[in-house]
């Protein structure tokens, strides 16, 4: 059983926007920055959107993060078939002191 | 650009010691920025952070997992290793590396983001 929660799988078709939800608590998402990975099919995570709402060099603006209190939200708009992908939420745990990690949802493209 | 690669047995036995090397290039492990950290994934589950290494070898364990969690490094080498003892099927894996940025509140440290990722290494804990 993960920390943080997420729903176990979402889906939308080509050109929808989809959200991700992951809730945690004050010990986590509440006091420190949320991260979000990819995870497509057969390959290794990868960073996707960080502190929060910040995307790394080469990820799309169609991907958008957010935070508020003890939960934090992964927008993707303009849904692409390549989309279709595991999303992880992390934040640091000040109780565990150590990172904890979401179960992970699963996006369907429709 | 900065790539990470996983390399060790793909098999275990019941009892032994998972031994996993993480070699780092197109960069320094030794930057003072980053800690480099050990993840795994169960198949058809989710992450799981397994520990953390700095370069001058102070490390950080995920509590679950510490009592058998070994985490080294070689600057010489550019490359950072994880053993894990006593190992049961539970252990069956599939274990990355990656680099993680820390953040320093006083003396207090959180992770931040981990990125690049390596692809990752399959570990089956067998007979």
């Known amino acids: 059983q993960s920390v943080l929660t997420q729903p176990p799988s979402a889906s939308g078709t080509p050109g929808q926007r989809v959200t991700i939800s992951c809730s945690g608590s004050?010990?986590?998402?509440?006091?420190?920055?949320v991260n979000w990975y990819q995870q497509l099919p057969g390959t290794a995570p990868k960073l996707l959107i960080y502190?929060?709402?910040q995307r790394p060099s080469g990820v799309p603006d169609r991907f958008s993060g957010s935070k508020s209190g003890t939960s934090a939200s992964l927008a993707i708009s303009g849904l692409h078939s390549e989309d279709e992908a595991d999303y992880y939420c992390?934040?640091?745990?000040?109780?565990?002191?150590?990172?904890?990690f979401g179960g992970g949802t699963k996006l369907t493209v429709l | 650009q900065l790539q990470l690669q996983e390399s060790g047995p793909g098999l275990v036995k019941p009892s032994e010691t998972l031994s996993l090397t993480c070699a780092v290039s197109?960069?320094?492990?030794?930057?003072?920025?980053?800690?480099w950290g050990w993840f795994r994934q169960s198949p058809g589950k989710g992450l799981e952070w397994i520990g953390s290494?700095?370069?001058?070898?102070?490390?950080h364990y995920n509590p679950s997992l510490k009592s058998r969690v070994t985490i080294s490094v070689d600057t010489s080498k550019n490359q950072f290793a994880l053993k894990l003892s006593s190992v049961t099927a539970a252990d069956t894996a599939v274990y990355y590396c990656?680099?993680?940025?820390?953040?320093?509140?006083?003396?207090?440290?959180?992770?931040?983001?981990?990125?690049?990722w390596g692809q990752g290494t399959l570990v089956t804990v067998s007979s």
């Open positions: 990656a680099r993680i940025e820390g953040l320093w509140f006083g003396d207090l440290l959180k992770y931040n983001w981990f990125d690049p």
């Open positions: 197109g960069g320094s492990i030794s930057s003072s920025a980053y800690f």
């Open positions: 004050s010990s986590n998402i509440g006091s420190n920055t």
């Open positions: 502190n929060n709402n």
């Open positions: 290494i700095y370069y001058r070898g102070s490390t």
């Open positions: 992390v934040a640091w745990d000040d109780s565990l002191n150590g990172p904890v």
